[in-house]
């Protein structure tokens, strides 16, 4: 069984541009989780998607995007980056459906923002 | 608005000693207790979970408690090692959100 894959594991981007990372869910999985973790921080829920439809979305604007794909994997977009996305972004997934299940999380992708 | 509530924000235990990690939460609708553990550079780990329906779990040296009326819920650590230090984070959820405490950092003197 494989686990939750994220890629790439470090970016460096400038201030205004726009950045796409990746997430293979784990096997048997239809739900994907997205979270910032600044610095220090707990992680904070970014958005999820259950079977390719957006399903919750946290404080975060419209400039952060996402997609999820037939094959469950996922990938998240931000555009206009800004000096304070500067954080370990990380991806869960999980069995999905009605409540809350276990999310198995990602090694993350460090995205800095210069 | 902070919905999740850690303490202590670290922790410092002699090999063999229990560890103690407080959450607090104020949102009833959570239906999920999880907490996680977090090594430098590495994602969370789910180390053990409850439900609301239940007020003690138990999985080998770690212990969940649970007291819904006070909105809390805490994790001991038995005979804690140092290979236990790392970072645990509180993570109350609902409809698959999870919200995240902002960690306790343990450190495990040898």
């Known amino acids: 069984e494989t686990g939750v894959t994220q890629s790439p594991t470090h970016l460096i981007k400038t201030r205004g541009q726009q950045v796409t990372l990746r997430c293979s869910s784990q096997?048997?999985?239809?739900?994907v989780s997205w979270y910032q973790q600044a610095l220090g921080q707990g992680p904070q829920f970014i958005f999820q998607?259950?079977?390719?439809?957006?399903?919750g979305r946290g404080n975060f604007p419209p400039r952060f995007s996402g997609l999820q794909f037939p094959n469950y994997s996922s990938e998240l977009n931000v555009n206009a980056l800004e000096l304070d996305d500067s954080a370990l972004y990380l991806c869960?997934?999980?069995?999905?459906?009605?409540?809350?299940?276990?999310?198995?999380f990602g090694p993350g992708t460090r995205l800095t923002v210069l | 608005q902070q919905q999740v509530k850690q303490s202590p924000q670290s922790l410092i235990v002699q090999k063999g000693g229990i560890s103690i990690i407080n959450c607090a939460y104020e949102?009833?609708?959570?239906?999920?207790f999880p907490w996680y553990q977090q090594f430098p550079g590495k994602g969370p780990a789910l180390l053990i979970a409850?439900?609301?329906?239940?007020s003690e779990k138990k999985e080998g040296r770690f212990t969940i408690s649970f007291n819904k009326s006070a909105k809390q819920f805490s994790l001991h650590i038995m005979d804690s090692q140092p290979g236990d230090s790392a970072t645990y984070f509180c993570?109350?959820?609902?409809?698959?959100?999870?919200?995240f405490g902002q960690g306790t950092t343990l450190q495990v003197k040898p």
């Open positions: 998607y259950y079977r390719e439809e957006e399903n």
């Open positions: 409850i439900r609301p329906d239940v």
């Open positions: 096997s048997g999985h239809n739900t």
């Open positions: 993570a109350p959820g609902n409809t698959g959100k999870l919200i």
């Open positions: 869960a997934s999980s069995l999905g459906g009605a409540g809350t299940d276990t999310q198995y």
């Open positions: 949102n009833t609708a959570f239906d999920y």
